[in-house]
Nanobody, 115 residues
Framework: VQLVASGGGLVQPAGSLRLSCAASGFTFSSFFMRWYRQYPGKERELVAAIDTTGRNTYYADSMKGRFTIPRDNANSTLYLQMNSLKPEDTAVYYC?????????WGKGTLVTVSS
C-alpha cells in the first residue's frame, strides 16, 4: 500500500487549496478513505472521510461547509478541497486507508495558512 499526498503549501487566510493523494498497491475503489491532520505535539485528528462510492461523506464539525473530500476511483486518487482556510487549519495533512485491520498513512503534506 502506498499513499502519496501532495498539494500543500502556503496560502493566505480565506484562500483555497486542493490536496491530492495518489493511492497504489490496493484496490482503491473498494476502500473507505480518510484525511487526517496533525498539529505539532498533538495526535492526528480526523478531517473527513468518504465511502467507496463517493456518495457518503463525513466531515469534522470545524470543516463542514469549507472542505470537501471527492475521490476519483478510475485514477485511484483522493482529494481534499479546502476553502475559506483559517490560520488554525495550519497542520500536516495525511491521507489514510485501513486494510485488513492495518492503518496506512501517506507521508503527509504541510498546509500553512498565514498572511
Amino acid at each position: 500500500v502506498q499513499l502519496v499526498a501532495s498539494g500543500g503549501g502556503l496560502v493566505q487566510p480565506a484562500g483555497s487549496l486542493r490536496l491530492s493523494c495518489a493511492a497504489s498497491g490496493f484496490t482503491f475503489s473498494s476502500f473507505f478513505m480518510r484525511w487526517y491532520r496533525q498539529y505539532p505535539g498533538k495526535e492526528r485528528e480526523l478531517v473527513a472521510a468518504i465511502d467507496t462510492t463517493g456518495r457518503n461523506t463525513y466531515y469534522a464539525d470545524s470543516m463542514k461547509g469549507r472542505f470537501t473530500i471527492p475521490r476519483d476511483n478510475a485514477n485511484s486518487t483522493l482529494y481534499l478541497q479546502m476553502n475559506s482556510l483559517k490560520p488554525e487549519d495550519t497542520a500536516v495533512y495525511y491521507c489514510h486507508v485501513m486494510r485488513d485491520g492495518i492503518n496506512y498513512w501517506g507521508k503527509g503534506t504541510l498546509v500553512t495558512v498565514s498572511s
